[in-house]
């Protein structure tokens, strides 16, 4: 399975961004799919997720700004940055599970906030 992550870029505090992940692999026998994301020097960590009923869940830190979703007939996974901050500079991967045992990464995309 492959998970081909773009969207990535620079953009200036208070801008956007969108996200793309594409599977090689129907989006619809992923139990769930997500995002994480990793600034240098620090752990990755889980910042969207998007079960396959389509439930959402997200990280405290970007609650009421970012949007995860999904295009089934595309086989994508989307995630929209909004009011990005400093504190959002990171490389950000997708990540699809099949089941708790079984996931698979993407490998990753840069989203730079700086004025």
């Known amino acids: 399975v492959q998970l081909q992550a773009s969207g990535g870029g620079l953009v200036q505090p208070g801008g956007f961004l969108r996200l793309a992940c594409i599977t090689s692999r129907r989006i619809s026998s992923f139990g769930s799919m997500g995002w994480y994301r990793q600034a240098a020097g620090k752990q990755r960590e889980f910042v969207a997720s998007?079960?396959?009923?389509?439930?959402?869940n997200y990280a405290d830190s970007v609650k009421g700004r970012f949007i995860i979703s999904k295009n089934i007939a595309k086989n994508t996974l989307y995630l929209q940055l909004n009011s990005l901050n400093p504190e959002d500079t990171a490389v950000y991967y997708c990540n699809a599970k099949i089941n708790a045992d079984v996931g698979y990464w993407g490998q990753g995309t840069l989203v730079t906030v700086s004025s």
């Open positions: 998007i079960a396959a009923g389509g439930q959402t």
